[in-house]
């Protein structure tokens, strides 16, 4: 358990785009005992915070480093392109990536996405955050991928953005230290698994004492056995009262 032993706490970071809010909910209506603290930080920092200890767990974007870190993928994100409204692509449903060969594609510094080439024309510089990137687009400079929520995130009037099909894809995932899977970690992970409030949580639960033990299944019940005949025999020679006797010759 983190904090102190009088007021306990459970640290959570994220990065941004992510919205924790639904499983902040159930948590505190189910842990009323243990204040959930939200920390929120840029991919580098959110890695950082899990491995110092400074947070329990946090969502993130994949990867991560899987030798210190576990990780559950929770699900993954649509990629767009950020243009402004009066841009070509503004008058499609969606696009390649080869459809912005002859754009300025900005690629900040704090980029999630793996790409393995770049789509489009680099500009100069990289800018340092995506926040900035999206300022750049704005003034005309570029256009700009990202995952669909960083593009919700800046929202602009003067910004629209369309799906990119065949672009790299983000994924966010629940992350913790390797060494430090806690109870109160295992209740998280049992609450964006969709865990019940009756489940386990994931915990190994011992068998109660009290609890019946389940009857084994014999096997099938043997027909009660006719009372013999005399002599102890049984079958057609006991109805017939013996063994069956030949009939009386004849004297000649």
Do not use: C
């Not at 842990?31 to 200890?53: F, I, K, N, Y």
């Not at 841009?87 to 449903?93: L, R, S, Y």
């Amino acid at each position: 358990m983190t904090g102190s032993e009088d007021s306990p706490a459970f640290r959570l970071a994220y990065v941004p785009g992510v919205i924790p809010a639904k499983w902040v909910r159930i948590w505190n209506e189910r842990r009323t005992d243990v204040r959930l603290t939200l920390l929120q930080a840029s991919p580098a920092e959110a890695h950082d915070l899990l491995l110092s200890g400074d947070a329990d767990a946090g969502l993130v974007r994949l990867p991560v480093d899987r030798t210190v870190l576990s990780a559950i993928p929770l699900y993954t994100e649509t990629t767009v392109v950020v243009v402004p409204r009066d841009h070509v692509v503004a008058a499609v449903d969606e696009i390649t990536a080869e459809d912005l060969a002859d754009d300025i594609v900005l690629h900040p510094l704090d980029d999630t996405l793996a790409w393995e080439n770049l789509p489009g024309r680099p500009a100069l510089e990289r800018p340092a955050t995506t926040e900035d990137a999206i300022e750049l687009v704005a003034a005309g400079i570029g256009v700009l991928v990202v995952p669909q929520s960083l593009a919700r995130l800046h929202h602009r009037k003067d910004l629209t953005y369309r799906p990119v099909t065949d672009a790299p894809e983000s994924q966010v995932a629940l992350s913790w230290p390797e060494a430090r899977t806690t109870d109160l970690v295992e209740d998280f992970i049992g609450i964006v698994r969709g865990r019940t409030v009756n489940s386990s949580r994931g915990r190994r639960e011992e068998p109660k004492a009290d609890q019946a033990k389940p009857k084994k299944r014999s096997g099938t019940a043997s027909t009660p056995r006719k009372p013999a005949g005399k002599g102890g025999a049984t079958g057609r020679g006991a109805r017939s009262g013996g063994s069956r006797q030949g009939k009386p010759r004849r004297k000649s």
